[in-house]
């Protein structure tokens, strides 16, 4: 190697070092993030549609080198032949330079390049990416530079130069060009819509909208969440590929933008399924940036609670559209009854025009009044062919029952209200007292709810309908009662009548109603 060689070689290898340092001190600090995004750009590989080796441009001579570009084939590259001898009388050096970017906002952490260079001698300079690399006439070699902080873009040249004379046959490539790109830019979701999120009760199919943007790498994914779950999910099309090749396997990307930059996703969703439950649900959607690592960038909307009630059972029969339930006894959608006695209420399902709907699930649900806040399945019966149904209600406290008919998400009810009469028991002792003595009265109220309630007593002479207050007691958690009444001005024998009575009283689910009357005998002289 002649002296003139030596430092034109060495001027060169410091005019690209200069040129690095000023990449390097122009790139903008990345701002930091919980797991960016990371992924690899390919280039000149043939798993990428038509090789992808965009921008590239040759520079140089074509009397003497032939430039060939064939990264779509396999086995393809982007390189320089010499198919005659030439020197540094013939031009300037010739170079491929193919550009490489980052993703917005993102930077290059790394290029990994598969290249070979032969017939170089002490005259020439052949290259990839930096002088000195590869080495000459070793075969095809991997090499990785690292970039610290990332590079906003990068250059990979691909040289043959020649300072005296170069040998015919000579020629450089480069191939399998991995790019190590880093996306610290989130995405966001932007809008979130549709029947689930309107603030309604959500029953059956409900629809979901939502749309997502990213500056980075692109939207690759947008998931809808439903208690911490995934419900269902939408993946946009994105330019990537399944690289097989020494310097990278698996999922690349063709461009530093594969995915859309805004995305759009419409889903239906069954709120019978899980992961929706009865009740209170925790809803958001999230969206993914592209990576071909384990780290994503992901954002999520705010949670919003949406309430599913499916709890009347769906009826396979569709069409209903008006619906009437009354009590029997009555024609109406309240009724008192005496204790221990039910009710029966019919009604009938019909669509919009009037005409009977056969065959449907008519659901039956009870709430009983001060015990449960919601209502409870009781039953389903069936419409029959003139679209009747009819449901016994068995005997009880007071309930509001909930007839319905739903098909789907469409749902219609009716409200009914039924109370039936408490009925105390009353136990008297002893039976028979002298004047001035004291009977022990006790009994029972039905329940629920029976403790801490209040019972008036009442007292009749014989052959009186008249009832005369006697005192009042409270139950315990039992509901059992107590009492104590004296005889102090009874001037001869006789027999009294006693009954316990109860009234309306708030959170217990029995309307006001007596005992049977009970007997003492009252012994004077």
């Not at 080495?135 to 090499?143: K, L, Y």
């Not at 990068?154 to 191939?175: E, K």
């Not at 859309?260 to 992961?275: G, H, I, L």
Request: aromatic share 8%.
């Amino acid at each position: 190697m002649t002296a003139r060689s030596t430092i034109n070689r060495s001027r060169r290898a410091a005019l690209v070092g200069f040129l690095l340092c000023m990449v390097l001190s122009a790139a903008p600090s990345l701002a930091s993030a919980i797991g960016p995004s990371q992924f690899v750009v390919e280039l000149c590989d043939p798993a990428i549609p038509g090789g992808n080796a965009p921008g590239a441009v040759f520079a140089g001579n074509t009397n003497f080198v032939t430039p060939y570009n064939n990264c779509g084939q396999p086995g393809g590259s982007l390189g320089i032949y010499a198919f005659r001898e030439f020197g540094k009388d013939q031009g300037p050096s010739n170079q491929w330079t193919l550009p490489v970017s980052s993703p917005p906002g993102g930077g290059i952490e790394a290029l990994t390049v598969s290249a070979g260079a032969c017939g170089g001698n002490q005259f020439s300079e052949f290259y990839v990416v930096q002088p000195g690399w590869p080495p000459n006439c070793v075969g095809e070699t991997r090499e990785t530079f690292k970039f610290k902080p990332a590079l906003p873009s990068a250059v990979v040249p691909i040289v043959m130069n020649c300072n005296g004379f170069c040998p015919a046959g000579s020629q450089v490539y480069a191939r399998y060009i991995a790019v190590k790109a880093v996306d610290p830019l989130a995405p966001q979701v932007v809008a979130v819509g549709g029947s689930l999120v309107s603030g309604e009760v959500a029953r059956g199919h409900q629809n979901v909208s939502a749309e997502a943007t990213d500056q980075g790498g692109g939207v690759s994914n947008l998931e809808l969440l439903v208690n911490g779950q995934q419900a269902t999910t939408f993946q946009p099309h994105c330019e990537v590929a399944q690289a097989t090749n020494p310097n990278i396997i698996g999922t690349v990307a063709a461009s530093p933008s594969p995915c859309p930059k805004t995305a759009k996703a419409s889903w239906s969703v069954d709120t019978a399924s899980s992961p929706f439950q009865q009740g209170a649900n925790s809803v958001q959607v999230c969206v993914s940036d592209f990576s071909s690592f384990t780290t994503v960038n992901k954002a999520c909307s705010a949670p919003q609670t949406v309430s599913v009630n499916n709890s009347c059972t769906a009826s396979p029969v569709a069409g209903g559209a008006n619906l009437t339930a009354t009590f029997a006894r009555n024609h109406d959608e309240e009724v008192t009854v005496p204790y221990n006695h039910g009710a029966n209420i019919v009604g009938a399902l019909l669509d919009a025009s009037g005409n009977p709907v056969r065959g449907a699930t008519i659901c039956v649900q009870g709430q009983t009044l001060g015990v449960h806040r919601e209502t409870v399945p009781l039953a389903v019966e069936t419409t029959d062919a003139h679209g009747h149904f009819t449901y016994k209600l068995r005997p009880g406290p007071g309930r509001r029952v909930k007839v319905g008919y739903r098909h789907d998400s469409f749902q219609v009810n009716r409200l009914l209200r039924f109370q039936a009469h408490g009925k105390p028991t009353i136990r008297l002792s002893p039976s028979v007292v002298g004047a001035g003595g004291t009977v022990h009265i006790s009994g029972k109220i039905p329940g629920p709810k029976a403790g801490g309630r209040t019972v008036a007593i009442k007292a009749r002479a014989p052959h009186s309908t008249r009832r005369y207050p006697a005192g009042e007691a409270t139950t315990n958690r039992h509901g059992v009662y107590r009492f104590s009444y004296r005889f102090d001005n009874t001037g001869a024998t006789t027999v009294y009548g006693f009954e316990a009575e109860t009234s309306k009283q708030s959170g217990y689910s029995w309307a006001p109603g007596h005992s049977k009357a009970a007997f003492v005998k009252v012994v004077v002289g």
